[in-house]
């Protein structure tokens, strides 16, 4: 692939585009936009904001694609509403809050990062707490991280769904399910399969109120646990899977989680990670790529990893029958079963 100096200024020129939408999302300026045309002045009126500087916004946003302009009135694409208006199910300010206080921050020691090989949650948070506990602090970031996690996990969870045979198991358990997207899923096409989601004691309130609101507070149950410290639960589970959290922790951290895994897990269950992998060639593709970038200035020791890493990794704590599950979606699932016999 040859780029251009342009392709480079355009690269490196993107935050201009990132800033402004998450700004407007957390304007919600869309919103008033839903169903209704206005002019600049009605929105700037609406937002209690200078005529100049809004239209300015109007602009750029409408330079981007994301508006459109009918005479003096500025309009909203009906199929733009579904992820840019907040009471929409699919909006994607959750998104644009993390990164914002989050991701942009610490992205700007990138450089720093790299040099000395270390996250950046130090200088820019002044904070020497794992990556979760940060997040976890506050309770809005809580629910802006696993809005954020669930809505990006649909279109994996759609894959998961029609590509995989749950019917043969009786119990499944989610590791880190953020909102609980995929075990709703499973609840709603295989109605007889018992299902729990594991989650960090910080996450837990959060999810059970979250469940119980949409109607599946008795239906799914949530219990604590923690796969670094093996405190886990998952003996009556003979289906296991920890949904894209594995990168975000140092090889060897994977292979302790794993192995806290396959030590909990009954003989005989089906352990399954999905990730984003790298391809064998490790020359992307270029989200994962960057994806491992953000690992390197937010995590300790983060990482992504090719298909054969993980598999590797899977085959050192004593799984069999070690495979990748491809399916429709961004992501892939990496599999292993536990012998029938063990002496772990």
């Given at each position: 692939?040859?780029?251009?100096?342009?392709?480079?200024?355009?690269?490196?020129?993107?935050?201009?585009?990132?800033?402004?939408l998450?700004?407007?999302?957390?304007?919600?300026?869309?919103?008033?936009?839903?169903?209704?045309?206005?002019?600049?002045?009605?929105?700037?009126?609406?937002?209690?904001?200078?005529?100049?500087?809004?239209?300015?916004m109007?602009?750029?946003?409408?330079?981007?694609?994301y508006?459109?302009?009918?005479?003096?009135?500025?309009?909203?694409?009906?199929?733009?509403?579904?992820f840019?208006?907040?009471?929409?199910?699919?909006?994607?300010?959750?998104?644009?809050?993390?990164?914002?206080?989050?991701?942009?921050?610490?992205?700007?020691?990138?450089?720093?990062?790299?040099?000395?090989?270390?996250?950046?949650?130090?200088?820019?948070?002044?904070?020497?707490?794992?990556?979760?506990?940060?997040?976890?602090?506050?309770?809005?970031?809580?629910?802006?991280?696993?809005?954020?996690?669930?809505?990006?996990?649909?279109?994996?969870?759609?894959?998961?769904?029609?590509?995989?045979?749950?019917?043969?198991?009786?119990?499944?358990?989610?590791?880190?399910?953020?909102?609980?997207?995929?075990?709703?899923?499973?609840?709603?096409?295989?109605?007889?399969?018992?299902?729990?989601?594991?989650?960090?004691?910080?996450?837990?309130?959060?999810?059970?109120?979250?469940?119980?609101?949409?109607?599946?507070?008795?239906?799914?149950?949530v219990?604590?646990?923690?796969?670094?410290?093996?405190?886990?639960?998952?003996?009556?589970?003979?289906?296991?899977?920890?949904?894209?959290?594995?990168?975000?922790?140092?090889?060897?951290?994977?292979?302790?989680?794993l192995?806290?895994?396959?030590?909990?897990?009954?003989?005989?269950?089906?352990?399954?990670?999905?990730?984003?992998?790298?391809?064998?060639?490790?020359?992307?593709?270029?989200?994962?790529?960057?994806l491992?970038?953000?690992?390197?200035?937010?995590?300790?020791?983060?990482?992504?990893?090719?298909?054969?890493?993980?598999?590797?990794?899977?085959?050192?704590?004593?799984?069999?029958?070690?495979?990748?599950?491809?399916?429709?979606g961004p992501?892939?699932?990496?599999?292993?079963?536990?012998?029938?016999?063990?002496?772990?």
């Amino acid at each position: 692939m040859t780029l251009t100096k342009q392709d480079a200024v355009n690269q490196m020129m993107g935050f201009f585009q990132a800033k402004t939408l998450t700004a407007a999302l957390d304007l919600k300026l869309f919103d008033h936009l839903h169903n209704q045309d206005l002019s600049a002045q009605a929105v700037a009126d609406k937002l209690n904001s200078p005529l100049r500087s809004v239209e300015q916004m109007l602009i750029a946003l409408r330079a981007m694609g994301y508006l459109d302009k009918q005479g003096e009135c500025y309009h909203l694409p009906q199929e733009h509403a579904s992820f840019l208006v907040s009471s929409e199910p699919m909006w994607l300010g959750w998104l644009g809050r993390h990164i914002d206080t989050f991701l942009y921050p610490l992205w700007g020691e990138l450089n720093t990062a790299v040099v000395s090989d270390s996250n950046q949650r130090q200088k820019v948070f002044g904070d020497n707490r794992s990556w979760f506990d940060i997040l976890y602090q506050n309770p809005e970031d809580v629910t802006d991280f696993q809005e954020f996690l669930g809505k990006f996990a649909a279109p994996f969870i759609e894959g998961f769904i029609q590509g995989y045979d749950f019917s043969q198991h009786h119990s499944f358990l989610d590791i880190g399910s953020g909102i609980g997207t995929l075990p709703i899923a499973v609840a709603e096409s295989h109605p007889d399969i018992n299902l729990t989601i594991c989650e960090l004691p910080q996450a837990c309130a959060f999810l059970r109120d979250r469940l119980a609101v949409q109607g599946y507070g008795d239906r799914i149950n949530v219990i604590e646990g923690d796969v670094i410290s093996g405190k886990l639960a998952l003996q009556d589970h003979d289906l296991i899977h920890l949904g894209w959290m594995l990168h975000d922790y140092a090889p060897e951290i994977q292979l302790t989680i794993l192995q806290n895994i396959y030590q909990a897990m009954p003989a005989g269950g089906r352990f399954m990670a999905s990730e984003t992998p790298l391809n064998d060639e490790k020359s992307g593709p270029e989200f994962t790529a960057l994806l491992s970038l953000n690992m390197l200035v937010s995590t300790d020791g983060g990482i992504e990893s090719s298909t054969e890493e993980y598999l590797e990794r899977f085959r050192a704590v004593g799984f069999e029958n070690v495979r990748i599950i491809e399916l429709s979606g961004p992501r892939t699932l990496i599999c292993g079963d536990k012998p029938q016999s063990t002496n772990l």
